[in-house]
């Protein structure tokens, strides 16, 4: 059985930080890429970044590049968010994904696992 547990979020003041992790078992980790996304309430789901199977590659949408960095441990099967100068508009549920196929991938429907996700909140 797959299991993403996602870990790490809490209420922070606006421009502070915080470290996201990400538990995976049950699948073959390193075959995957990973993900995280966030949902806002009443917003879509939004890609927030990725990372290759080795690590090598990652990518940011515009809104958190330079802010976010994305990292994975193949040794530990976890993946993190570092996340900083965080800002009350980054105020989500923060959800870990994996894809099983190909590589990374900026659309939620290409990520076949997903966790619960751990809820963040910035404070102005």
């Known amino acids: 059985q797959v299991q993403l547990v996602e870990a790490g979020g809490g209420l922070v003041q606006a421009g502070g930080s915080l470290r996201l992790s990400c538990a995976a078992s049950g699948l073959i980790f390193s075959s995957c890429a990973m993900g995280w996304f966030r949902q806002a309430p009443g917003k879509e789901r939004e890609f927030v970044a990725t990372i290759s199977r080795s690590g090598s590659i990652t990518y940011y949408p515009d809104s958190v590049k330079g802010r976010f960095t994305i990292s994975r441990d193949n040794v530990k099967n976890m993946v993190y968010l570092q996340m900083n100068s965080l800002n009350p508009e980054d105020t989500a549920i923060y959800l870990c994904?994996?894809?099983?196929?190909?590589?990374?991938?900026?659309?939620?429907?290409?990520?076949?696992?997903w966790g619960q996700g751990t809820q963040v909140t910035v404070s102005s």
């Open positions: 994904a994996a894809k099983v196929v190909w590589g990374i991938s900026t659309n939620s429907s290409a990520y076949k696992y």
